[in-house]
């Protein structure tokens, strides 16, 4: 498995951070080759991304979440990955967001890509789109406010 660590700060506060972030079919939007997330109960998701010129698709499931704090997931059929986000308060309108994405490289393509760093760049763009796109908007576009 190969693993990605990163963060980023967000001028909003947390509880603004984490009800978007819960509103995964709003991800296209910000993330980059992600075509589609189809929520399709409280704990489950169907993905359609665009990972290296190649459409694939895969079921996710949601393990953890507790409000304002933290999701977690792991995959359940298609591309192997699993991971966190966490949230912290830095103060009443400034958050910061914890990403790791554990993932399975699959392919010759995907063990080239991982090794160049790629898929690390994607991955904290992908935070920027979303600083970006939360910023701009300064509040959230919905929210789930259940603990898994």
């Known amino acids: 498995m190969s ?6 700060e967000v001028n909003v506060p947390v509880k603004t951070a984490y009800n978007q972030w819960t509103q995964f079919e709003e991800f296209p939007r910000f993330m ?3 075509k589609e997330v189809r929520q399709l109960d409280a704990k489950h998701l169907h993905w359609k991304a ?10 996710a499931e ?3 979440q507790t409000p304002d704090q933290q999701i977690a997931w792991k995959t359940i059929g298609g591309a192997t990955n699993q991971g966190t986000v966490t949230f912290e308060p830095l103060s009443d ?7 790791h994405i554990a993932y399975e490289p699959e392919g010759v393509l995907d ?3 991982d090794e160049l760093g790629t898929v690390e760049l994607r991955v ?4 920027e789109r979303f600083k970006t796109f939360i910023e701009e908007r300064r509040q ?3 929210a789930w406010r259940g603990k898994v």
Request: net charge neutral; no cysteine; aromatic share 2%.
């Open 124 to 127: 904290k763009e992908d935070l």
């Open 50 to 59: 665009d990972i290296g010129g190649r459409e694939k698709e895969w079921d």
């Open 111 to 113: 063990n080239v890509g």
């Open 140 to 142: 959230e576009t919905g």
């Open 32 to 34: 980059k080759g992600v």
């Open 62 to 64: 949601i393990t953890s």
């Open 3 to 8: 693993n990605i660590a990163t963060s980023i």
């Open 93 to 99: 309108k400034k958050s910061k967001i914890n990403l």
